[in-house]
């Protein structure tokens, strides 16, 4: 199972007063790891979207493990733990120097840009599958 990597650093901006990463600010960096993703298995959200199939997120969980903090440089691990034809679930963890800082999911259900229900385009799953991880863990 392939896992998409994303480094980056955290700006003074997205730290609270007391210092730490202001807790929504991780799952809105699972969006760059879900984002990173799709674009290295060759379908960006543009082009997703241009084909007629938005990704709204139906359901997000964050579990934190340790405090990021200004500048520290950190790793994001994205990769699915489901693929249907109704649903995608995406897996982040976010690491700092091998540490977990942060780990959990976000659901997808596929729509039209109308917001009806569609299935998860057929050409999806020969680019996504070789990041599901099978194991079940």
Partial sequence: MK?????????????????????????????????????EAGCPYSLLEEGGCVLPVVEAYCKYRCPAHYDDR???ETW???????????????????????EGYTRHIPVSPEG????????LFPLLEPYLDVSGV
């Fill in 80 to 102: 699915l733990t489901k693929l249907t034809k109704r649903d995608i679930t995406f897996s982040y963890r976010i690491l700092r120097d091998g540490k977990v800082l942060a």
């Fill in 3 to 39: 896992k998409a990597r994303a480094t980056f650093r955290v700006r003074y901006g997205e730290t609270d007063r007391m210092g730490g990463v202001y807790y929504a600010n991780y799952v809105a960096w699972f969006e760059m790891g879900r984002s990173t993703l799709m674009r």
């Fill in 116 to 123: 009806k229900r569609i299935p998860v385009p057929p050409r």
């Fill in 74 to 76: 950190l790793v994001m």
